[in-house]
Each structure stands twice: as structure tokens, then as C-alpha cells.
């Protein structure tokens, strides 16, 4: 398996960018306001970085197998679509994990 740079930097930066607007989004919902304290802001960091990595090596396995049955030969077509399915599935990820991280931190209040 050959390190995608393209793939890895766009989810680096795409995802965050988006991802940080649907935490806010989430917390506000669950905590009643965007909070900017340490704990909150070490959760964020704690979705952001397994979302990277988790995305990150689903979406290099879902892209080997789309390029293992189809004839997608052209490389800036396949870098497009791998771009755009490892943003989504790092919004999906860190979704899922920051609502678990607020899940917790509701159940103790």
C-alpha cells in the first residue's frame, strides 16, 4: 500500500474545516453554546485526529477496490473521488466519535 500525500492533505485540511463548523453545530445542540474550554477543546482535537486516521485508510481501501473492479485509469479523476469520499467519510467518523466524546461528558453533568 503506497502513502497518498494528495489524499492525506486534503483530508487534513478539507475535513477540519468543515468538521470544526459541525462540531460547533453538534455541541450547540447537545451543551446549549459553543464551549472554548480546555476539555472541550482537547475532544475536538481527539475526533479531528482519529477522523484523519480513520478516514485515511478507508478511503485508500474503498479507492483500491473501486480501481481493482473498474477501468478508472485516469489518475486526477481517481484523486478526485478519493478526495471526495474521505472528506465525507471523515465527516461521518468525526461525527460519530465527537457525539460519543458529548454523549459521556452529558451522562457526568
Not at 474550554?37 to 478507508?58: G, H, M, N, Q, V
Amino acid at each position: 500500500m503506497q502513502f497518498d500525500w494528495v489524499l492525506f492533505l486534503a483530508i487534513s485540511i478539507l475535513g477540519p474545516y468543515f468538521g470544526s463548523k459541525m462540531c460547533a453545530a453538534l455541541e450547540k445542540t447537545v451543551t446549549g453554546k459553543v464551549r472554548n474550554e480546555k476539555e472541550f477543546r482537547s475532544k475536538r482535537i481527539k475526533s479531528t485526529l482519529f477522523s484523519i486516521a480513520i478516514s485515511y485508510l478507508l478511503t485508500a481501501k474503498a479507492i483500491r477496490l473501486i480501481t481493482e473492479n473498474t477501468s478508472l485509469d485516469m489518475t486526477f479523476l481517481r484523486t478526485g473521488l478519493s478526495i471526495i469520499i474521505g472528506v465525507v467519510i471523515y465527516l461521518i467518523v468525526q461525527r460519530a466519535i465527537y457525539r460519543i466524546l458529548l454523549l459521556n461528558y452529558h451522562k457526568h453533568v
